[in-house]
């Protein structure tokens, strides 16, 4: 088995810290709302490339398609 050099005063100073930071992290955690999803937040996300726009092209012909049938 190993031996420790540090103090045990150390240790639980450290210990101390730990519990205190989890604290405020666990209350920002729990505090937080959750985001709501939306189109909003994803419209214009996508760049302006040849891939996107010949998706947008072929979404875009599909719905026509399915909306005359």
Known sequence: MAT???P???IEQRLAALE???VELRSQVLG???RE???RR???TFPRDEMTLEAERLGREWREQANRE
Do not use: I
Request: hydrophobic residues 15%; negative net charge; proline residues 6%.
């Open 4 to 6: 420790t050099t540090q």
């Open 32 to 34: 937080s709302q959750p």
């Open 37 to 39: 999803k939306d189109w």
């Open 20 to 22: 205190k930071e989890f």
């Open 8 to 10: 045990t005063e150390t």
């Open 42 to 44: 994803t419209a214009g």
